[in-house]
């Protein structure tokens, strides 16, 4: 027993690091196409923080040459602020977060992290630094500790569930016989949409990255788990004093935001807070708001209907 058990925890280990990779890998499926071009300088120095703010500086780039996405992209990112990036499907917004993480270089112009060129940075320190919640959260076929846990897996078990209470997971948990001992996953407790994405959550309080980006993190929640599950995010980025920056459709989800960046034919054609855009009614935001506030009058509408005929 004694001289298996050394092999098997080293196994343990390799299997552990390789989930390890594999979260990051799935975590980041929908934005990657690795690029293996993309090398860091021999003088690559590491990332240093200084608050995570996010620069775009006149970038101009596309996936190929002849058909450029983003055109003479700048704008500002503010440390610590929450800010979203909104605009019509393919404009862009995807792109942004694609080219901070460095799977591809731009053509033309710069991007600042905290006034640091990422093309003069490590790779890893940079990667790092920046956390994505995505629209479907992977789960792995284990415990609910570990679920978590992978987030960092340097962290303490009181680490993993002070972030659970984080994400308001603490309730649930503590209701399930195994606790955090549960199984989830397709071989497990089945756990629902919004279970799943504070469970993301709580992997991504645990990083403590200094940059967080919520790619459509909770469109698939119905309204009122949505905003209970946003007034949470946002006390807890609060704390965290992270820069998030949420990837939004519905702009609704993200009317309370420090700064709304406009894109349009991958140039940013308006910035501000909502109350601003609004006060004009020729901008595409006004127009984008009035479009979907028209949508959800009519879901509503819709809604009473059925309540009615039922
Ligand atoms: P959505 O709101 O639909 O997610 P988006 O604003 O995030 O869209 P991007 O994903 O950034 O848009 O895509 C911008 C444009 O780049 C789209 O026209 C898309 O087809 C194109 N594109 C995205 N990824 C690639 C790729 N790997 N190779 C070539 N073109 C790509």
């Known amino acids: 027993v004694f ?5 098997l925890n080293f196994l343990g280990s390799v299997y552990r690091d390789l989930k390890q990779s594999l979260w990051d890998m799935e975590a980041l499926f929908k934005l990657q196409d690795v690029n293996v071009t993309i090398k860091e300088p021999a003088d690559a120095r590491p990332y240093q923080y200084k608050g995570g703010e996010i620069r775009f500086e006149n970038v101009t780039f596309g996936y190929h040459a002849d058909r450029p996405i983003l055109k003479n992209a700048t704008f500002v990112i503010p440390s610590g602020q929450r800010v979203a990036l909104v605009g019509s499907s393919g404009s862009g917004k995807s792109t942004i977060l694609r080219l901070l993480f460095r799977f591809y270089d731009v053509q033309e112009g710069r991007i600042l992290v905290d006034g640091q060129d990422i093309r003069n940075m490590t790779l890893e320190s940079i990667r790092q630094s920046i956390a994505v919640v995505p629209q479907d959260t ?8 570990n679920n978590i846990h992978y987030g960092r897996l340097s962290a303490t078990n009181e680490e993993v569930e002070e972030v659970a209470e984080r994400a308001e997971l603490g309730k649930l948990i503590s209701q399930l016989p195994d ?3 549960t199984q989830v996953g397709e071989r497990g407790l089945m756990i629902s949409g919004g279970e799943k994405q504070r469970l993301a959550i709580s992997r991504v309080l645990l990083k403590k990255s200094p940059i967080i980006f919520f790619d459509e993190a909770t469109s698939a929640l119905d309204t009122e788990t949505e905003k209970a599950l946003l007034q949470n995010i946002n006390y807890n980025l609060k704390e965290l004093r992270a820069t998030s920056v949420f990837i939004a459709h519905r702009l609704k989800t993200v009317a309370d935001t420090d700064k709304i960046i406009v894109l349009r034919n991958g140039t940013v054609a308006e910035e501000g ?5 609004l006060q004009n009614p020729n901008s595409l935001y006004y127009n984008m708001w009035k ?3 028209h949508h959800d009058h009519t879901e509503v509408e819709e809604g009473e209907k059925q309540t009615i005929e039922s």
């Open 3 to 7: 001289q298996l058990s050394v092999p």
């Open 179 to 181: 606790g955090y001992e």
């Open 273 to 277: 807070k909502h109350q601003d855009l």
């Open 291 to 293: 479009a979907q506030e």
């Open 138 to 145: 992977p789960l792995f076929n284990d415990t609910i500790r």
